[in-house]
């Protein structure tokens, strides 16, 4: 690891020179990326410094204690060693995080599918409970989210919803949402006040644009239709909703929500580019799945994830055994306890696996 570090450091070294050259800085291509992995690589060799520091302080420390014979400078020594052993074992720690391989897409916004599963009615209205929840954790942390297609009920549920959130880190604090999420609660129209069990699935894409994504036009299947859905809308009246096959793969892809036909088009390649995206990533992921044992984030939406129960405030994830009872107040947007314990044992498994 720490020759692995030493290279490193003197690559930093060279693009740190290459910042300060004219010619570089005229040209805002090589510029840019020049700044990108030298503002990726800061964290790391700022820390591999602060280990360096440590060892010489370690060293010196030693050499005092094994040579002196004065008490009290002895005494001070002692202690620098102690500090500095310390400081060793958790800059090593500190840098093997650092050193783990950085998902690129981390940065990138999503698309959120929710879709209601067993439970008919109940099911759809738990939908709009978790697209509630997931908008106001977006609006807590400033991110924009915007609806690409929904499918409402009469009672004020939905029996899918798909939209965007956008947002710097998006992708690295929900890329964990993919899944079967269970919610047991007594619905308003049980009347003998029976718990009834629900299931609501989850799927996090991430944002995939044109450039990553060229979609050859001529694999493309593309209808248009009279929109359908809850309350008769204005929409209904023309045909703006639009459906898109990619032939090749099969994905199938509808937006009814906008007025406009070229709106909902353009709506509906966002999505099936990052669906097809999806299943570019699910192939890498399968790969390294054969390798590990626990997968936090592969997003398999056939795995039961999560259960809300509401009778007992409880909301459990069953990857990482975490158990918290303030229902209400995750499901007001207060997510981040939840997504700092779900990257920390994936990050865990990762470390487990990890060779230095």
Known sequence: MFEKLNLMEQK????????????????NKI???LMREFKNMSPIIEKFREYKKAVENFEEAQEILNSSDDKDFKEMAQAEYDDS???INSCTEELKILLLPKDPNDDKNVIIEIRGGAGGEE??????????????YAESKGWKQEILNANPTELGGF??????????????????????????????????????????????????????LEINPADLSIDYFRASGAGGQHINKTESAVRITHIP?????????????????????KVLRSRIYEGMLKEQNDKIASERKMQVGTG???????????????????????????????????????????ATADQAEKLASQEY
């Open 159 to 212: 029996k899918e919803i798909s939209f965007s959130i956008e947002g710097n880190g998006a992708y690295s604090r929900l890329k964990y949402e993919s899944g079967v999420h269970r919610v047991q609660r007594v619905p308003e129209t049980e009347s003998q006040g029976r718990i009834h069990t629900s299931t609501v699935t989850v799927a996090v894409l991430v944002e995939a644009d044109e450039v990553e």
């Open 12 to 27: 930093y070294e060279e693009i740190s020179q290459k910042l300060s050259d004219p010619s570089v800085i005229s040209d």
């Open 249 to 269: 793969t099969g994905i199938v892809v509808e937006c009814q929500d906008e007025r406009s036909q070229h709106k909902n088009k353009d709506k509906a390649m």
């Open 300 to 342: 398999d939406r056939s795995e039961r994830i999560r259960t809300y129960n509401y009778p007992q405030g409880r909301f459990t994830d069953h990857r990482i055994n975490l158990t918290i009872y303030r229902l209400e107040d995750l499901l007001n947007g207060n997510l981040d306890e939840v997504f700092d314990a779900l």
């Open 85 to 87: 052993k310390e400081k």
């Open 31 to 33: 510029y840019s990326q």
């Open 123 to 136: 099911a759809s209205l738990f939908a709009n409970s978790l697209y509630r929840m997931y908008t106001m």
